[in-house]
């Protein structure tokens, strides 16, 4: 059961977004980085900000992952019916 929730968790993908959508990271159920795009303006702007903005887009990213797996763990622990008392 715990590898097929694994597995499904694989498969999922989550966008954070910064800067009004300019800087794009995708991250697995997993929370591993799928994919980071940025916008070429963003180029030729500061470098802090760049940072700044993936910094954003990431935490945004891994935070729907995580929520997502904390949903899924709910879902599963419900469907167990665990009477202790």
């Given at each position: 059961?715990?590898?097929?929730?694994?597995?499904?968790?694989?498969?999922?993908?989550?966008?954070?977004?910064?800067?009004?959508?300019?800087?794009?990271?995708?991250?697995?159920?997993?929370?591993?980085?799928?994919?980071?795009?940025?916008?070429?303006?963003?180029?030729?702007?500061?470098?802090?900000?760049?940072?700044?903005?993936?910094?954003v887009a990431l935490n945004d990213a891994l935070n729907k992952s995580k929520e997502a797996g904390n949903n899924?763990?709910?879902?599963?622990?419900?469907?167990?019916?665990?009477?202790?008392?």
């Open positions: 059961m715990a590898n097929k929730l694994q597995q499904e968790m694989a498969n999922e993908k989550y966008e954070g977004q910064a800067g009004n959508g300019k800087v794009k990271v995708v991250v697995s159920g997993l929370q591993e980085v799928i994919s980071i795009s940025i916008d070429e303006e963003l180029l030729k702007d500061d470098k802090t900000l760049l940072e700044d903005l993936l910094v899924a763990i709910a879902k599963l622990l419900g469907n167990m019916n665990l009477n202790l008392f």
